[in-house]
DNA sequence: CGTTTCAATATGTATATACATAATCGCCGT
DNA sequence: ACGGCGATTATGTATATACATATTGAAACG
C-alpha cells in the first residue's frame, strides 16, 4: 500500500539513508511508540522495491543509533528513548575577569576581511562560499593574557559586522544584542600550546590549554565560529545541570 | 606483507569490527597523526584478504564516528580530534566509547573504603567527617585506555555503595538508577598529565589532558565527586543547546 | 599560456547471493 | 503434561559484481 514515491524527506540521496530517515520520522515523532516492532527486512524490502543489503544497512545504523533494538527470529523493536539533555553556561570572558578581581582589557590582534575558503566554511558550516571576517583578540586579566580569541564571522549573516573595527571591544560582547542567536554549540578540549599560541599567551610551547569552540546560528543560518584558549592554569570551565525528565 | 593473522584484539568476532578497531586505535594512539592518510581500501582488502565491501563497511563506520573523512579519488584522512563524543549529558563513557564504534572495557584499579579527610570533604563539600568510597578505574576503547576515572562517593548518602565491588562496572552507571541526582557541577580543565596519569593512560607525562570533574547532590545531600581524565587526542567534549529552553 | 576535456581513480551505493547464528515454535516421545 | 529437539525464521556477516559520482591530473586545444 504505502508505497514510497511520496516520500517528502529525502535527506541524503541515497536509498538506505531515506529508509533510515522515514523510520526515524516515524520514530521520534511518536507515531511509532517504544515497543512496536518496525517491519521485517524483507516487508521494507518489497515496500521500498530493493535488496535486503540496503534495508539492511539502514537498520543496521538505527540500532547503533539506539533508536531501535534488533533481536533475532523476532524483529526490530523501537526503543525507549534515554537521551538526558543539560544546559551548559558559559560566561563571557570579560565578567570572568571580573568576577577575579582583575582589571579586564582586550586588545585586537589582527583583523581581515576575505572571501571564505574551505576550511571556514567547514567550521562555520556553511555550503556556498562568501566573504567572512577573520579576527584574532587577547584577552586580558591584569597585565597577563587570559585567553586568545580566534573568531570568524559570516558576514552573509551579518553584514554590518564588516564595517566594525574590534580594536578594544571583543566581537562576542557586540554580536549579542544585534544577532539574537537560535542554537549554539561547544566543543571543548583540551590541546598543547603550539609556539604561535604560546608566544600570545606568555607561556611555554607545549603547556597545556583549554580549547573552547562555539559555534552560533541564528534562525539556521551560521553566524559565527570562535575559539578561546586558555592556558591551564587560568582556567575552569564550570557547568551546572539539573536533571530533565525522562 | 603485513598479514593479520598476528592481530591481538579480536573486538568483536566481525572481520569489518576488527579492521574497524585497528585503524581506530593506530589512531587513537597516534600512530597516525592528524592528516596522515590511511591505506586505500583497496590495499586494505589484500591486506585483510577480504571483498571491498567489507573495508568499505568499516571505513564508512569511522567516517560517521568522525575519526577519519573520506574524499573521492584522494583517499581517507584521519580528522583533527573531535571524537564525535556524543552530546555532553550525564558523561556516559560507554556510550561515547560505543558511539565510536569500539569495544568498552572498564577495569578497576583500586578501592578504599575510609574515613574523610580534609581534602574529602571539600570535594565532596562535606562539613562533617563520614565513611567515603574512593574508587580509581579505567575506561578502554578496544585495546587502548580512553579514561582514567577517580571518584569518591559518600557512603552516608549511598551506604549499599560500600558493599559493590565495582570491578567491571564503574560506579557512574551505579549509581544511577540507584541515586536520583537533583543537581550536578561540572568542572572542565586542562591539566599536563603527571607520570601516575601518563602511566595510567599509556600516554607521555606532561602531554595535555582534558580533565572533567563533577560533582552530583541528591535532594542537597553530595552523593560523588568523579574526576575523569582523558588524553587530548581522544577526546572533545560537545555541548549544543537553544536559548530559551521552551 | 590559460582553459577545456577527458580518462583514471577512489569512494558511494546498490544488487543478488550465500551461509552463520540466535531465538522461537511446534512436533514428538516418554 | 512435560521436556527436548529439530525446523523455521529474522537478523548478522560476507561475497562478487555493477554502476554512479566526485576529483584529480594530464593531455588536447584555442
Known amino acids: 500500500m504505502s508505497t514510497v514515491e511520496t516520500a517528502d524527506a529525502d535527506s541524503g540521496g541515497s536509498l538506505h539513508q531515506r529508509i533510515l530517515s522515514d523510520i526515524s520520522e516515524k520514530i521520534l515523532s511518536g507515531a511509532w511508540a517504544p515497543g512496536h516492532r518496525i517491519p521485517f527486512e524483507h516487508e521494507l524490502t518489497t515496500e521500498y522495491n530493493c535488496s535486503r543489503m540496503t534495508v539492511n544497512k539502514a537498520l543496521s545504523q538505527l540500532a547503533k543509533a539506539g533508536l531501535i533494538e534488533r533481536r533475532r527470529r523476532s524483529g526490530s523493536f523501537v526503543r525507549r528513548p534515554q537521551s538526558q539533555a543539560a544546559v551548559l ?50 584577552h586580558f586579566a591584569g597585565q597577563r593574557p587570559f585567553a586568545l580569541e580566534q573568531r570568524l564571522i559570516n558576514l552573509s549573516a551579518v553584514p554590518e559586522a564588516g564595517d566594525e573595527e574590534f580594536l578594544e571591544i571583543a566581537a562576542g560582547p557586540w554580536l549579542i544584542g544585534r544577532v539574537p542567536w537560535s542554537e549554539a554549540e561547544h566543543r571543548i578540549r583540551a590541546m598543547a600550546a603550539d609556539k604561535a599560541i604560546a608566544d ?19 534562525a539556521e543560518h551560521p553566524v559565527t565560529h570562535v575559539r578561546f584558549i586558555y592556558p591551564a592554569e587560568s582556567h575552569t570551565l564550570v557547568a551546572r545541570f539539573t536533571p530533565s525528565h525522562g
Not at 600570545?200 to 541564528?218: H, M, N
Open 89 to 138: 553556561e558559559l560566561h563571557d570572558i570579560r565578567i570572568e575577569v571580573e568576577a577575579l578581581g582583575l582589571p579586564y582589557r582586550y586588545e585586537r590582534l589582527e583583523q581581515l576581511k576575505r572571501r571564505s575558503n574551505a576550511e571556514d566554511r567547514a567550521l562555520l558550516g556553511l555550503s556556498a562560499a562568501g566573504s567572512v571576517l577573520w579576527i584574532e583578540g587577547l
Open 200 to 218: 600570545a599567551l606568555d607561556i611555554d610551547p607545549g603547556a597545556p590549554c583549554l580549547v573552547v569552540e562555539r559555534r552560533t546560528w541564528s
